[in-house]
């Protein structure tokens, strides 16, 4: 059975960073690819980053491009997603999600969550002045 841990949100002032850590237990993280979304209070969940199984691509949307970066160390099933210059906007719950790409699908990154099959519980960021 797949699960995904979050862990590395908290309390973090305007400018800052922050290092959030996707634990995946129960497969073979190499053959999943990832993605991290969040949620702020009453709005949407939003997509913030995805990585490919093979780790060959990345994307990011606007919010977050030029100042986050998503990684994974297979070898330690984990998935990380870093986050600099960080805003009040940030402020959310921040999810990883887990999908196993249709073959040949090994270099693609998937932006939409209902593209996922498996969801950690989040971990809170705050940005506070």
């Known amino acids: 059975q797949l699960q995904l841990e979050e862990s590395g949100g908290g309390l973090v002032q305007p400018g800052g960073s922050l290092k959030l850590s996707c634990s995946v237990s129960?497969?073979?993280?190499?053959?999943?690819?990832i993605g991290w979304f969040r949620q702020a209070p009453g709005k949407e969940r939003e997509w913030v980053s995805c990585i490919s199984s093979s780790g060959i691509s990345t994307h990011y949307p606007p919010p977050v491009k030029g100042r986050s970066t998503i990684s994974r160390d297979n070898a330690k099933n984990t998935v990380y997603f870093e986050i600099n210059s960080l805003r009040p906007e940030d402020t959310a719950v921040y999810y990883c999600?887990?999908?196993?790409?249709?073959?040949?699908?090994?270099?693609?990154?998937?932006?939409?969550?209902?593209?996922?099959?498996?969801w950690g519980q989040g971990t809170q960021v705050t940005v506070y002045s």
């Open positions: 999600a887990a999908k196993l790409p249709p073959r040949r699908s090994a270099n693609v990154c998937f932006g939409n969550n209902i593209d996922y099959d498996y």
């Open positions: 129960g497969v073979a993280l190499e053959d999943y690819a």
